[in-house]
């Protein structure tokens, strides 16, 4: 199914989807945490200037450095960027993306428990936010066009808590 022109691979195939991908495309392997406070909101960062995508916001997390998995990438780049050590994380998705200029491979996590408060440790400015304020046509809090499967995800999820 595609969100936004884009294809989130979630489930089993996942790693088959990856790794057929892999073989044709150079991807940048990137994380990606997402973090709730009691209330539901998110916690994004605003990105460099002189970055890719720069000036917009985005969940926090960062490339997979050589020689090492997913799981320590995500532990070294919260730390790294907002502070926290990571206790318990699930993976939430996986999203193949193709700017004009890069190609990344987002394998995003659900940050479900962690020690430390989340504050941004690279001078970045921050904000927890509300879904819904994301996601408003109007909204000062733009996304790189690769995270908007992760709200719409986000929005299901919620939508079927509320049915049950």
């Known amino acids: 199914m595609s969100i936004f022109g884009l294809t989130p691979t979630i489930g ?58 997913s799981h320590e990438a995500i532990r070294r780049e919260l730390r790294e960027e907002i502070s926290i050590e990571v206790v318990e994380i699930q993976h939430y998705m996986d999203i193949f993306h193709d700017y004009e200029d890069l190609n990344v491979y987002l394998e995003v996590f659900n940050v479900t428990k962690y020690h430390g408060r989340a504050e941004a440790s690279e001078g970045q400015a921050q904000a927890w936010v509300s879904i819904d304020s994301v996601m408003r046509s109007d909204t000062e809090f733009r996304l790189p066009e690769a995270n908007y499967p992760i709200l719409q995800k986000l929005v299901s999820d919620a939508a079927h808590v509320d049915s049950d």
């Open 12 to 69: 089993p195939e996942r790693g088959k989807t990856f790794e057929a991908d892999c073989m044709t495309t150079i991807r940048l392997h990137v994380v990606v945490g997402i973090l709730r406070d009691d209330q539901g909101r998110i916690f994004i960062t605003l990105r460099d200037e002189s970055k890719h995508k720069g000036g917009l916001w985005e969940f926090p997390g960062g490339k997979v450095e050589q020689g090492e998995d």
